[in-house]
């Protein structure tokens, strides 16, 4: 907690539910709360849940020249991104390494906002706005409440007229219980969800009468680390508990190529000029492992940084892994070397319990076409 150096406005409700509030990109966020953490993970799965998401940081871009700083520092072509749509983007140094994924929110004709996680996006936005007719502002009074599960967009129906309506990576600017809002059909857990961007001083307000109200849904309140267990499934990576920061090539600095994580389609076709670009294309082909699933035999999940063998040599190591009590398996994300990660190659899971025999396979586990994400109506 000494690291902390932001603060949600929900730190009491938090508190209550028995988080100690461990500090994430420099807020106390409630990694645990005392409650059952399966029950949120199917809550979230089959009804709805709540999470406090603000220690995402949010950065305005306005200016003239907003949309070509973000075109040279993201992925994306952004110009194909109209007011009221968003993208997900990634950010690359010079030599074509990831640093940060984001979310791109076009709010208006210059006016931008970018929501990235823990990694240097904040950095590389400034970077890029070096000599240019933009302003950057980080806006730590901005809170993001996730409200996540196939029962979302029945609850927020009862309140938001047009709602049904949003289609997936897309906004609107609204009223919630009579407070200003942006809602954003996105989240972090492979269901049909939306994201809240409210003040600071009205979070509270509407984290609660979204708890009363929902009770009777279902809809309960859910630790930060549920997303563990959700992104498993659904082919969600976290910087940088599956990057090389966390587990380093040996003589090698940190960095891995989006080739490498499975994130070369956040790049638009034919797009060149952005940082990192030249590297990026060049790196294709030249893989030094890839993110790939492993299916675990019986019920116990991986360890976190468990080895992964394949005929008597490590091969890869598992980055996140759980138990569904829904699909009643084992699996998890890993980094698994290029020859590896072929979708039913036989491996080991070197747990500090024992070894429990896998397969590799492809992700994401759960709906591979998006069908929930996206659903219409």
């Known amino acids: 907690m000494t690291r902390s150096w932001r603060f949600s406005t929900l730190i009491d409700r938090h508190r209550a539910l028995g988080s100690n509030l461990e500090d994430w990109s420099g807020m106390g966020t409630a990694w645990s709360y005392s409650g059952d953490p399966d029950a949120e993970y199917t809550a979230i799965r089959t009804k709805a849940g709540l999470m406090d998401v603000s220690g995402l940081k949010k950065v305005h871009v306005n200016g003239p020249h907003a949309s070509h700083m973000l075109d040279l520092a993201t992925t994306r072509d952004v110009e194909k991104i109209y007011p009221g749509k968003s993208a997900y983007a990634c950010m690359l140094n010079e030599a074509g390494k990831f640093t940060d994924d984001c979310i791109l929110y076009r709010t208006g004709p210059n006016s931008w906002m970018v929501v990235h996680g823990s990694g240097t996006g904040h950095e590389e936005l400034t970077k890029a706005a ?13 809170h993001d409440l996730s409200l996540q599960g196939p029962l979302a967009v029945d609850y927020l129906a009862r309140h938001v007229p047009g709602i049904r309506d949003l289609p997936y990576f897309h906004h609107m600017q ?3 219980f009579g407070f200003p809002v942006m809602i954003s059909r996105t989240g972090y857990t ?4 939306y994201e809240i961007f409210c003040r600071g001083q009205d979070a509270v307000a509407i984290w609660d009468r979204i708890l009363d109200e929902g ?30 920061q966390k587990y380093p090539f040996e003589n090698e600095g940190p960095g891995d190529t989006l080739w490498e994580l499975g994130l070369d389609f956040t790049v638009s076709p034919g797009k060149t000029g952005f940082r990192g670009a ?6 294709k082909g030249k893989e030094r492992f890839r993110i790939f699933g492993v299916l675990l035999d019986g019920t116990e999940p991986a360890d976190e940084g468990a080895p992964v063998h394949a005929g008597g040599k490590q091969v890869g190591v598992v980055t996140c892994a759980m ?24 491996l080991e899971i070197h747990n500090r319990s024992g070894v429990i025999k896998a397969t590799a396979q492809p992700l994401p586990f759960d709906d591979p076409k998006k069908l929930k994400r996206t659903a219409k109506g």
Request: negative net charge; contains cysteine; glycine residues 8%.
């Open 190 to 193: 492979g269901e049909r969800g």
């Open 130 to 142: 070096m000599g240019r007719d933009v302003s950057i502002r980080f806006d730590d009074n901005l």
């Open 174 to 176: 609204t009223q919630l």
């Open 323 to 346: 138990y569904s009590p829904l699909a009643k398996k084992s699996m998890g994300i890993a980094r698994l070397s290029v020859d590896t990660a072929v979708a039913g190659t036989p």
């Open 278 to 283: 030249e590297e990026h294309y060049r790196l």
């Open 215 to 244: 009770r009777e849904m279902g809809i309960i309140p859910c630790r930060f680390t549920t997303l563990d267990m959700l992104r498993v499934e659904s082919y969600l990576l976290f910087y940088p508990y599956d990057n090389s």
